[in-house]
């Protein structure tokens, strides 16, 4: 029998590091890269795992940061971007080629934990008008084919996530969903196809998208708190959209003879700027109502149970395209520097645990010049310039610097610039309009951001691992020398 002190240093040991044994189960987090200051992959691994995330989901094959998750414990979704498509669709050769770079050399090699390929990203999108609907379902195949002869096709399963405007509902009722009508072919082929082969189906829900288009959409309905007029579908009710739109997939899959198939949520989530709607209060109140929900345990009506799901997304990413809206940059739990922007339980009582080890720049801001002429006519152009260069967004109706006047909107735009130039001098060089202060020009709820540097250390990245090894050693001597 164990003496007292051995189970008196076993628990003060779960003390000291019970931060190591929370997990949040079948939470994962999509990871983007496009940033103008990226943080290191070791920064961002060790940030994972700190607050407990099991699952990532990537846009692309990027090798730093699969090496980054080498012996992490963190399983992974890697992706083929669109513009991928066609040469892997056509060339079977090409996708082996694709498959040993990307998969089998990580894991192999790394021991990366590499569960998923994503081949494409939401390639059906009308906006896309077909550009990828006769090659996505060749490059599944092909991708397939090469994990078979890589030995990976037990491990390692295809998908592709899919926007949820691939199938729709005339009476806006779940249990009339079915397929959009001009890919509904395509898409019970790739539905037979990733049936045929144990593989997911992945679909991204956007509730605060609803809300974006449609001014008339019912706000309460985007949550999760009963508020909202609740739908009646034959007795199954629903209080809230990512409810009805998940259901209105399991219909559509239903119907067409697939009924059983599994379903990733591969997208999920809210913004915090860049739009009226995307804003810190309704962020955290949809997320964090989304988490208690996976923790409760709760499905949907149809599929009854927590769903898996990957949160969309970790970080901000200020170098994203804002053609779909000026949101696209804001998805982030986390902010470009790995703070978090608000408190949101992903299980851990404590809230969200910040990046450690970055660094930020010098505190000092570009901003406009008290000597400067607003009828300046190079004001415009300067502004224009700055803003096509960095990272404008929050200056939009009803975001977080909406509000600024005309001489703050000009300081706003001036110091984005600045900062994403690494606060060069020359970056602040505006003829006659700007002068580097030392003094916060942020305003209220509006700030006027400090880039972090492109060298911020992610030397402490492996400190979880590494103190997790500890910790087990020093257990296990704890027992060796009582026993």
């Known amino acids: ?60 094959a990027d090798s730093q940061i699969l ?50 390929v994503a081949v494409g990203n939401e390639p059906f999108l009308k906006s896309f008008n077909g550009t990828f609907e006769s090659i996505t379902l060749p490059a599944l195949q092909n991708i397939q084919s090469a994990l078979i002869k890589a030995g990976l096709a037990s491990q390692v399963k295809v998908t592709v996530p899919l926007n949820a405007d691939v199938y729709e509902s005339a009476s806006n009722l779940p249990s009339a969903g079915d397929f959009r ?4 072919d395509l898409m019970i ?45 034959n007795g199954r009710i629903y209080d809230n959209v990512l409810d009805a739109n998940y259901d209105t997939l399991v219909w559509s899959l239903q119907k067409n003879g697939f009924g059983n198939m599994s379903i990733i949520v591969g997208e999920v989530g809210w913004p915090t700027d860049g739009d009226k709607n995307a804003n810190m209060q309704y962020a955290r109140r949809y997320n964090q109502g989304f988490m208690n929900r996976q923790k409760a345990g709760r499905g949907t009506p149809m599929r009854p149970g927590p769903m898996d799901a990957y949160l969309f997304s970790l970080i901000d990413e200020d170098a994203k395209s804002i053609q779909p809206g000026n949101f696209e940059r804001h998805w982030g739990i986390f902010y470009i520097d790995g ?8 299980g851990n009582a404590n809230g969200l645990v910040p990046a450690k080890g970055v660094r930020h720049m010098a505190k000092k801001w570009c901003v406009l010049a008290a000597s400067a002429n607003l009828q300046d006519p ?39 610039y600045y ?28 700030k006027f951001k400090i880039m972090i540097k492109s060298d911020s250390s992610g030397s402490e990245a492996s400190a979880p691992f590494t103190r997790s090894v500890a910790v087990l050693l020093l257990l296990w001597m704890c027992l060796y020398i009582v026993l």
């Open 1 to 60: 029998m164990l003496s007292k002190s051995v189970v008196a240093v076993f628990f003060l040991i779960i003390l000291l590091y019970g931060n190591l044994f929370i997990e949040v189960e079948g939470i994962g987090v999509n990871w983007g890269s496009q940033a103008s200051h990226p943080l290191p992959p070791a920064t961002v691994v060790r940030l994972l795992r700190e607050n407990g995330i099991q699952k990532v989901k990537l846009f692309e």
């Open 67 to 116: 090496r980054a998750l080498s012996r992490s414990g963190i399983q992974v979704m890697v992706g083929i971007p669109n513009d991928l498509l066609a040469p892997i669709a056509g060339s079977v050769a090409v996708a082996e080629r694709w498959v040993s770079q990307n998969v089998s050399a990580h894991v192999s090699s790394n021991g990366v934990d590499i569960r998923y």
């Open 181 to 184: 009508a001009e890919i509904r």
């Open 189 to 233: 082929s790739i539905v037979k196809f990733l049936s045929d082969n144990q593989a997911p189906f992945t679909i991204n829900i956007y509730p605060f998208i609803s809300l974006y288009n449609d001014p008339h959409f019912p706000v309460e309905f985007a949550f999760f708190d009963g508020t909202g007029s609740p739908i009646n579908d």
């Open 339 to 346: 703070q978090p922007k608000y408190q949101l339980s992903l």
């Open 378 to 416: 190079q004001l415009g152009p300067s502004v224009s310039y700055a803003c096509d260069h960095a990272d404008c967004t929050s200056l939009g109706y009803g975001s977080s610097c909406g509000s600024l006047n005309l001489a703050q909107n000009v300081s706003y735009a001036f110091n984005s």
């Open 419 to 446: 900062q994403v130039s690494d606060q060069l001098d020359s970056a602040c060089k505006f003829p006659g309009l700007s002068v580097i202060t030392t003094n916060d020009p942020s305003v209220g709820s509006c």
